[in-house]
């Protein structure tokens, strides 16, 4: 009796959480903070090339090696990936699996697309003498448009890892989450390619 008086004391002292442990909208918060904090990253980048940009050492310029045209088209696979992952988030908003599965499919293949123009150009340019050791112009180009890569390889792995999660265990509240996550990584690749699209090609090509 004493022992069971005992317990029930202890019973008393003891905390129980009454709601959930995860703050309501914590990881979109934590997550905007992580892009605000790759935003420095890349405006760094993009004042580099803005004080290297025209520091050809003798070289080849912009206006010497870029390849409108093939920009232009992975600029469009970049983007037209952005409205497909769009689609992809109402399907997972309406809790349809395989369209979700689907839309994220599409935009996987162009993400894969996109990086496998850039490896083309960067490929090009490497046996064109254009590396990124020829110039200050060329270092800064490759590391700005390179980091960018970089960061759509990764959105892409994490793609294909929501794919799997998503179809063995269905579209719950956590992994509407995730994909709400990764959807605003991936239109903030969007948005900083528009800048290097405009900034570094465009101004490139003129003289």
């Not at 914590?26 to 290297?52: K, P, Q």
């Not at 759509?152 to 509240?173: D, E, N, S, Y």
Request: aromatic share 14%; charged share 15%.
């Amino acid at each position: 009796m004493a022992h069971a008086q005992a317990l029930n004391e202890a019973d008393k002292d003891r905390f129980y959480l009454t709601e959930d442990h995860h703050p309501e909208n914590g990881t979109l918060l934590g997550f905007w903070i992580y892009l605000m904090s790759d935003c420095l990253i890349f405006a760094v980048l993009f004042a580099c090339y803005a004080v290297l940009g025209r520091n050809y050492a003798a070289g080849p310029s912009g206006a010497d090696l870029f390849d409108l045209p093939i920009v232009a088209v992975n600029t469009a696979l970049l983007l037209f990936s952005s409205i497909t992952y769009g689609f992809a988030m109402i399907s997972a908003q309406a809790k349809k699996v395989k369209p979700t599965l689907a839309w994220l499919a599409v935009t996987g293949l162009l993400g894969l697309g996109f990086l496998s123009l850039e490896l083309y150009e960067f490929n090009h340019l490497i046996h064109e003498g254009a590396g990124p050791q020829r110039s200050a112009f060329l270092s800064s180009f490759f590391v700005l448009v390179g980091t960018h890569g970089l960061h759509v390889t990764f959105g892409t792995i994490w793609l294909v890892t929501l794919m799997v999660q998503v179809a063995k265990r269905g579209l719950g509240v956590e992994m509407k989450r995730r994909l709400m996550c990764l959807s605003m990584f991936w239109h903030f690749l969007d948005v900083i390619w528009i800048g290097v699209f405009s900034f570094v090609y465009l101004l490139g090509v003129l003289k």
